[in-house]
């Protein structure tokens, strides 16, 4: 997003006829939050610098100076393995970007049900789920393999892709959500034309929802992106690991060989650019109020 | 409602729309936490011996009681990483969520310049994988990378030591401070942001300042938010595991059973003891369900207790 700062002077001045000192632009506020935004950004410039650095330039040469080797260390990064670190991407896509997918619209369709039905036991799977929100997802990784590896599946892409599709914190938000932004009226009207239930939601509920299924969307996107244990646990062939692992191996491999060390960190800023994107573009749609709003609902 | 065909047809599909609605969640829900949940606790249970071939090969086991807990718990290396990760927990979460809150504050404060390029700024490295965040980090503390010792060399000072201790605890908490500062910095300031203004319009009339604001009014508003992200930290600490893991290659000082979730992968995969991975899980689940139960109750009478 840009810097949206109203022009100084000329409201300052207006201001200040009105209301002599209150009217000031608070220094101390805006040097603090500099300084935070300083500490943000530093990491991601010096990965960004880094990886223009041959090896040698990176031990040798001060940290922030850029160096001469961005294109080599993109070319040996894209050969290394036989192309395995853009095969990590895909992955990684593919993982949290269809996990995200299909975790936001089984969220959406229990927080619905949650939200605008009353049954009997409402409460209870309510209740249920929400207790699910408390579990550590990570205390799991370990039965969830061996439950998996008993039919077969630990190891391929499924292993990685079904554990992260249930989500209960989504579940919970979408509820919320379903709560605020969806009127009965329009519910009942839709009934009263005859629209059958599964057409209500497909065509009225979700759409009414989208906003919410946003987030939800992008929290288990990033959620299942740096998801590490996970994949971790369930994956031992290399070419189905994702760009976490991967990047996590290759480091392992570059502690005895610092040639590689260039590579990790030209593998870190590749993966790091398209996410930041990501982010910026979608923080418009997001709403944290969503969150901010949750433990009241 | 009249009590005719179509109503009656209208009421009962009614009754198993939700259901079916939520079938898919209730499914996944059963499968990926209900069960494994089951099935770990069976297993803390259990005593396994792998024997024969392959990573499962014959399985001989046997209920053994408590034993498996009792091991865990007297296993001085577990607690050791159990210690290790609460005291990261102390220096981690009261700095992250003490910023989160700084930052949020600031940016409602009225007329401060540069607000959307500071909270875009800070909120960015949450895009960014604890595994990545770690390998940046990790980078700029490794001596021979590190553009701080960089520095300190050029001043003079001897090279910097991030990976001792205290030194790596830290270290750690810094990317966790790093990763995570901005997340709960969003959570807080859009609740700030729903607070209507009139609730404090009437403290400036009086002159109140906008310290006082903060501290008066502000902070005791957004306190729910601050319980939702004090949970989620709380949960998130103690499953530490990515960032020691990914700094280990770099320094000698953490070992491989250097947070329980090591310890237990290290049981589970390495040495074939499922028993003890499963019991030293369900010790560090009840641990966090009880720590995040403690907060909860402890906050809900404070922040709830008037409204509710």
Redesign the interface.
């Known amino acids: ?5 109203t022009t100084g002077t000329t409201g300052d001045r207006q201001f200040r006829r009105r209301r002599p000192r ?5 220094r101390l ?2 040097t ?3 300084l ?6 530093t ?2 410039a ?2 960004v610098i ?1 990886a223009s650095k041959t090896p040698r330039e ?2 040798t040469t ?3 100076a850029p160096g001469s080797g961005l294109f080599d260390n993109l070319a040996n990064l894209s050969a290394y393995g036989g192309g395995q670190f853009w095969r990590w991407g895909l992955n990684s896509l593919l993982y949290a970007g269809l996990g995200a997918i299909l975790s936001t619209l ?2 959406a ?2 927080g ?3 939200a605008k ?1 009353r ?1 009997r036991g ?1 409460e209870v ?1 309510f209740s ?2 929400l207790a ?1 929100v ?7 990784a ?3 393999y ?2 998996l ?1 008993s039919v077969g599946l630990a190891g391929t892409h499924w292993s990685v892709l ?2 992260v ?2 989500n ?1 914190f989504g ?1 919970f938000l979408c509820r919320v959500f379903a709560n605020a932004a969806i009127p009965e009226s329009t519910l009942e009207a839709a ?1 009263l034309d005859g629209a059958g ?1 599964l057409r209500i ?1 497909g065509t009225i509920v979700l759409p009414m929802m989208a906003q919410g299924l946003v987030t939800v969307f992008l929290l288990q996107f ?1 959620g299942i ?2 998801n ?2 996970l994949p971790f ?1 369930m994956l031992s062939d290399q070419d189905k690991y994702p ?3 991967g ?2 191996t290759f ?2 491999k ?2 005895g060989d ?1 040639d590689l ?1 260039p590579l ?2 030209m593998g ?1 800023a590749v ?2 650019i398209p ?2 994107a ?3 573009v979608l ?1 418009r749609f997001w709403r ?2 969503l ?6 609902g | 409602m009249p009590a005719t065909s179509a109503g009656r047809r ?1 009421r009962l ?3 198993s ?6 079938s ?3 499914v ?2 059963t ?3 209900v ?3 089951g ?2 606790i069976y ?1 803390s249970f259990r005593g396994f011996r792998v024997e024969g071939g392959g990573a ?1 090969g014959r399985r001989v086991q046997a209920f053994v009681g408590l034993d498996n807990y009792t091991t865990a718990l007297s296993d001085p290396e577990y607690v050791a990483g159990l210690g290790r990760v609460l005291l990261y927990g102390l220096i981690s979460i009261p700095t992250v969520l003490g ?1 989160a809150l ?2 949020a504050l ?2 409602d ?1 009225p ?23 770690s ?6 503390y490794l001596p ?4 701080i010792t ?1 520095l300190a060399r050029q001043l003079g000072a001897g090279p910097l030591d991030f990976f001792g201790f205290p030194a790596l605890y830290f270290s750690l908490a810094n990317i966790a401070l ?1 990763s995570g ?2 997340f709960n910095m ?6 700030l ?2 607070i209507p203004t009139s609730v404090y319009e009437a403290a ?1 009339i009086d002159g109140a300042s ?1 310290l006082q604001i903060a501290w008066r009014i502000k902070i005791p508003l957004v306190a ?2 601050l ?2 992200t004090g ?1 989620f930290s709380v ?1 998130g600490t ?2 530490l ?2 960032e020691p ?2 700094l280990r ?2 320094t000698t000082t953490i070992s491989s059973s250097w947070v329980p ?1 090591m310890k ?2 290290q049981e ?2 390495s040495n074939d003891n ?1 028993g003890g ?2 019991a030293a ?2 010790v ?2 009840l641990g ?2 009880v720590l ?2 403690l907060l909860l109750r402890f906050f809900q009478r404070r922040t709830f207790g008037d409204n509710a």
Do not use: H
């Not at chain 1, 997003?1 to 700062?5: E, G, I, K, Q, R």
């Not at chain 1, 209150?22 to 608070?26: F, G």
């Not at chain 1, 935070?36 to 950004?41: D, E, F, K, N, R």
């Not at chain 1, 408390?134 to 799991?140: F, N, R, S, Y």
């Open positions: 997003m840009t810097v949206v700062t209150a009217r000031r632009r608070p506020p805006f603090v939050l500099l935070g935004a300083l500490y943000c950004l990491p991601v010096w990965v880094a990176l031990f001060f940290s922030f089984v969220s369709m229990a619905y049900a949650l039905f049954f409402r799977l249920v789920i699910g408390l579990v550590p997802g990570i205390v799991l370990v039965p969830q061996l439950l590896a079904l554990p599709i249930i209960p579940i009934r239930e939601f990033v992106w740096n590490f244990l646990i760009i976490t692992l990047l996590y480091l392992g570059g502690a610092s060390y990790v960190i870190s993966s790091v996410l930041i990501l982010v910026l923080q944290a109020d969150l901010a709003g949750g433990l009241k | 209208t599909r009614a009754a729309t939700p259901w079916l609605f939520a898919p969640a209730i996944l829900f499968l990926f936490l069960i494994p949940i099935y770990a297993l499962f910023l700084l930052f600031l940016l404060t007329r401060v310049r540069a607000r959307g390029f500071a909270r875009t700024a800070i909120f960015l490295p949450y895009a960014v994988p604890g595994v990545i965040a390998l940046l980090w990790g980078f700029l021979s990378t590190s553009p960089y790093w500062v901005g969003i959570i807080i300031f859009t609740s942001r729903a400036r906008e729910p938010a319980v939702l949970l949960i103690l499953q595991y990515s893991a990914t290659p770099m979730l237990i992968y589970a995969f499922l991975a499963a899980s369900v560090l689940a966090i369900l995040s139960l």
